[in-house]
């Protein structure tokens, strides 16, 4: 039940939107999205640490293609469930300085994306889980075409088209699952994981669906959308890309791409790490020479999912541990620092880093929070960033040593573009732009308070949300090591 | 058979308007006569009475599609009260339309292929003259020729194919020819036939998919489309891509899924080759067209080759996912028109730039249009999608891999120029028109339209379930 009301409460809440008058939107999509969390805490505290998937919804949907609404929670969908429900409001409440041309409707997409994305964490049915990953593309999309930049309709269109094709290739991948389920064809996740289909099939499923999700977290080579996409998007519409949607496609290898084809994986996976290894190294030079902050950020992005799914790849404890934990700080980051980036160019009208510096004298609040989440982001000990990198690492290394020592590059480039840009935009002097630079108001601290709770919670004391992916993800390997 | 016999009435009453001087309320009689005929129409459900020593039957299969018919004319009637205004010959329109209704009907529920020649022939005559109904607009008289030359000839392949399978098997009941090829095994096969007419029935059957094909604009026999659908009226243009469109597949189904089941190979694979020819076509050249009619007019061609994969697939999944696939195209393309109509009394023209500034002047009407492009492009949670996704799953159960993907990439080529318009409508600030105003019969239309999209995308089980 709980599960039915998480995926349905933001739908409905976006449909409550529309007939309210007034200035009143905001507060009222706000509301409605701690209340989701809320919402969410709960059912994280009935929330048992077991393997098995709770709070099982399982009703016929289409009966004669054997598709249910089969819906539950297990340890990663949870953690998965807490990134959403925690990062939207931060993210509602991050817009309150920005006045949208049509509130109603945004706050509405953003609230009905936000049910999508809470059905594709959720979904233990295919099919089930390709309609909700389609119905968290839409909303997205006309976020970006209609508030985003000048060049929006171009490059969103780009990012319609790529992700498309990623979803059709999985639902072409799924169908065939199907038709190969025994007796009475079913859509079903656990009848899928006990198909054992032979070695060659398995490399087929396995590149279908690992496109599909690559094209989404971006890795290297299907990466080309989403710098575009990042900069030109209204800044909560990349919020919501990098902090929660990219997840889907990590959550996507584990929940789909793992358990279905293990041989894909043996015989492919390294062909994949050695894609994703590329994608850090690639991302962190040119995010290294990038004048947009906003850019800089995107392409860090392109880096550190890199490395998650490089990590989760490895198929070790370790590595899926750590991509478990990272993908949370990754996401609580990432809105942290796009948030910044936003209130600079609020106030400067303009990201270009050279142009920027000397905020620290003028806005030395807004400079300490940019600090600390710089710092989680580059994954300083005592951060949440550490633990994530050090598990990932543990876990490359496990697989191939020399994985790890590139892989390690991340490190040291992160490091050093993001000390680069910091230095460039909040130390040294004023100049004509951040001359005036008012220091931040009460919504914008209340964004960031929570952010940095989380990056020093997740830093110092991880070990209630490793408990929580633990038990699952043991069961996943142990499914798979049959 | 209700519903056919509603619709003649209807249609003489329509005629008789003209001497006993009611035209004013015709319009209210027709909707109501035919919402009348949908439910006489369900009320046959299950029934599978066959008539005239068996010229026709009313099986499930011919009352669904009826009904799916008989919606999108209701929902039609809504959308053209304009071209029943202008004109002097209401009536007139009136009662072609409804004639040509009674044909699709015939169309549907034949028995016999004679019936199917009377109903073709029923439905098309109408359908020519109301293409040249804008008796002053060149074009529309252009079409009215061109439809009326290659229908004509068209439907001689037709007569000549159905004059061969007589000659081969000595009978026009489809179930008779059909038990020929199964007389003894009980397993369908040619070498059944005498030998000496098998080449009449090769020629037949192959003479009969001609006629038919020029009747769904399947490539290569599509050449006439583009030209009467963007010469006709827009409310008969609509009437065609959606009403005759699906009749004429109801009719190709029956056919081949009914009498030929004998040399499945050898037509499929010639479907199978005029399949991927139409969808290439059709999505390769609607992407260059400027206008959403003309759009429209090729990417039907496009959504002609998906149906044709229900016919090539020929399992139990494809009466099912074809019913769904005509309901729901025809239903987004209503809406479609709905919202071209609009733009055209506002703007003058249906160039993509028309589009220009919809959901700033009218967020609703810009709403509508978006959920029938992502349904004819096939995107979830509409109908569309579940449609392309049946017919998709079909073809693939009989293992036609290789199609079904060339299928999915002239989707995807689809969601270009079908989001052209979605795109268009979120473009353009700078014009501060005058606002649109909707008249209510619209207002309800659209509504109505999306919202059945929407329930068909959400449970497509609803139509699915109706013939599995």
Known sequence: ?482 | MNALIILSVIGFIALLSEIFNFRKFLSAVVLTGIAIAFIANACEWNTAISYYHRMMVFDNYAVAFTGVILLVAFLWFILSPGFFKEETSRSDHFTLILFSLAGAVVMISYANMTMLFLGIEILSIPMYVLAGSKKSDLRSNEAAVKYFLLGAFATCFLLFGIALIYGATGSFDLAEIRGIGYRVTGTPSISLYPISSIPLFYGGVIMMMVGLAFKISAVPFHFWTPDVYDGSPDVITAFMATIVKTAAFAAFFRLFFTSFTAIIPNWSIILWVMAILTIITGNLTAVFQHGLKRMLAYSSIAHAGYMLLALIAMNNLSQSSLLLYTASYSIATIAAFAVMIIVINKKGNDDFDSFRGLAKNNPFVALVMCIAMFSLAGIPPTAGFFAKYFIFSAAMQSHHIGLVIIAVAGSLVGVYYYFRVVIAMFQGEEEALEKIMLEPSYKFLLFITSLIIIILGLFPSLLINLLH
């Open chain 1, 1 to 482: 039940m709980i599960t039915l009301i998480l995926i349905f409460f933001p739908l409905l809440s976006a449909l409550a939107l529309f007939p309210v008058k007034g200035k009143n939107i905001k507060i009222l999509a706000l509301a409605f999205s701690i209340i989701e969390f809320i919402l969410c805490l709960v059912a994280a505290f009935q929330f048992e640490n077991n393997a098995m998937p709770q709070f099982m919804v399982d009703v016929p949907w289409i009966v004669s293609l054997g598709i249910n609404f089969k819906a539950g929670i297990d340890g990663i969908s949870m953690l998965l469930l807490l990134l959403t429900t925690f990062l939207v409001p931060l993210i509602i409440l991050s817009s309150f300085q920005n006045e949208y041309k049509n509130p109603k409707l945004f706050y509405a997409l953003i609230l009905f994306m936000q049910s999508g994305l809470m059905g594709v964490f959720t979904a233990l049915d295919g099919f089930l889980f390709y309609i909700f990953w389609e119905m968290a593309l839409i909303p997205i999309y006309f976020i970006c075409l209609l508030w985003g930049g000048q060049e929006r309709i171009r490059i969103t269109f780009k990012f319609f088209i790529y992700t498309l094709l990623g979803s059709l290739l999985m639902l072409v991948a799924l169908t065939y699952l199907y038709l190969q389920t025994p007796g009475k064809h079913t859509f079903d996740l656990l009848a899928f994981y006990s198909l054992h289909l032979d070695r060659t099939t398995q490399g087929w499923i396995f590149w279908a669906l690992f496109i599909a999700f690559a094209v989404k977290m971006p890795v290297f080579p299907f990466h080309t959308w989403q710098p575009d996409t990042y900069t030109d998007a209204p800044p909560q519409g990349t919020m919501l890309l990098s902090g929660i949607m990219l997840k889907m496609g990590i959550y996507g290898l584990v929940r789909l791409l793992m358990p279905i084809a293990p041989l894909g994986l043996q015989d492919w996976g390294y062909i994949a790490i050695i894609l994703s290894i590329i994608g850090i190294v690639y991302a962190s030079c040119i995010a290294f020479v990038q004048k947009d902050v906003k850019r800089l950020i995107a392409y860090s992005s392109i880096a550190h999912v890199g490395l998650i799914s490089a990590g989760v790849l490895t198929f070790t404890l370790q590595g899926l541990q750590g991509g478990m934990l990272q993908m949370f700080s990754h996401g609580v980051n990432v809105v942290g620092l796009f948030f910044i980036i936003d209130i600079i160019q609020k106030r400067t009208n303009t990201r270009t880093i050279t142009d920027l510096g000397g905020i620290r004298l003028s806005a030395p609040l807004l400079a300490s929070f940019f600090m600390v989440i710089m710092l989680g982001s580059i994954g300083l000990p005592l951060t949440n960033g550490f633990i994530g990198e050090f598990l990932l690492f543990t876990g490359i290394f496990q697989y191939n040593p020399i994985f790890a020592a590139i892989s390690g590059l991340t490190i040291i480039l992160g490091a050093v573009y993001m000390l680069k840009a910091y230095q460039n935009t909040m130390l040294g002097e004023k100049n004509r732009i951040t001359a005036i630079f008012p220091d931040l108001v009460l919504s914008e601290k209340l964004v960031l308070i929570p952010i940095v709770i989380m990056i020093f919670w997740f830093g110092i004391y991880p070990k209630p949300f490793l408990q929580m992916t633990e038990p699952t993800i043991k069961n996943l390997i142990t499914i798979i090591g049959k």
